[in-house]
């Protein structure tokens, strides 16, 4: 597992992988399991550039969406305040690895530290090399991988939304990105026959 520069009384899980491989419903039952909130990037962006990532791509272009993811990621991953504003509810204390507290460590419930959160990612947000870097050394990164039948058995008819998905190029741009997603990962879960609960268990464990 790579270094981090933050102290282990704060988590950030990012969770990676091609659209359909179940970020956001992992996402959300990992929350659950841990205790800690998850942010959507990409519905973060949407509520701060006040539109839909469709309309920025055909709006501004991809550059313009990537610009944003950046800015994004950045201020969710140092600004307090705007994390704060996103979880609307944060938590009274941040996480602590189940392991510390089974080897006899004790945590204060009065401490304050930087608060702890899943991070949903966007497809595309880990290809800027800013952004990976940033990921690699302040998140615990999982890889979701799941085979192109999967995918785009789950993506369904949302395959014609996707912008960077119309016109076809579908097998391209996976394979273009899944090395992308395996370098910058700690861990890597291959999910095709698995659930979100049974994934996000499996991540519990591994953090722990």
């Known amino acids: 597992m790579t270094e981090r ?13 091609f659209m359909g491989c179940g970020k956001s419903s992992v996402g959300r039952e990992l929350s659950t399991l841990l205790g800690i909130p998850v942010v959507d990037l990409d519905r973060y962006i949407e509520e701060r550039a006040g539109m839909s990532i469709p309309d920025i791509f055909a709006q501004s272009g991809e550059k313009a969406f990537r610009d944003l993811e950046t800015t994004a990621l950045k201020e969710l991953l140092f600004g307090g305040s705007a994390l704060r504003n996103v979880l609307r509810t ?3 204390r941040a996480w602590v690895p189940p392991s510390y507290v089974a080897e006899g460590g004790t945590v204060s419930e009065d401490t304050s530290p930087e608060l702890s959160f899943i991070l949903s990612l966007g497809g595309g947000a880990i290809l800027r090399p800013e952004n990976a870097a940033l990921i690699r050394e302040h998140c615990t990164c999982i890889f979701l991988r799941a085979t192109p039948e999967t995918l785009r058995l789950r993506l369904g008819g949302e395959q014609s939304q996707r912008p960077l998905l119309k016109g076809g190029g579908f097998e391209a741009l996976l394979q273009e990105r899944t090395p992308v997603y395996s370098a910058a990962a700690d861990f890597i879960i291959d999910t095709d026959t698995l659930s979100p609960m049974q994934i996000a268990g499996i991540i519990a464990n591994l953090i722990s």
């Open 90 to 92: 944060p938590p009274k």
């Open 5 to 17: 520069t933050l102290p282990f009384s704060r988590m950030i899980v990012a969770l990676t992988g």
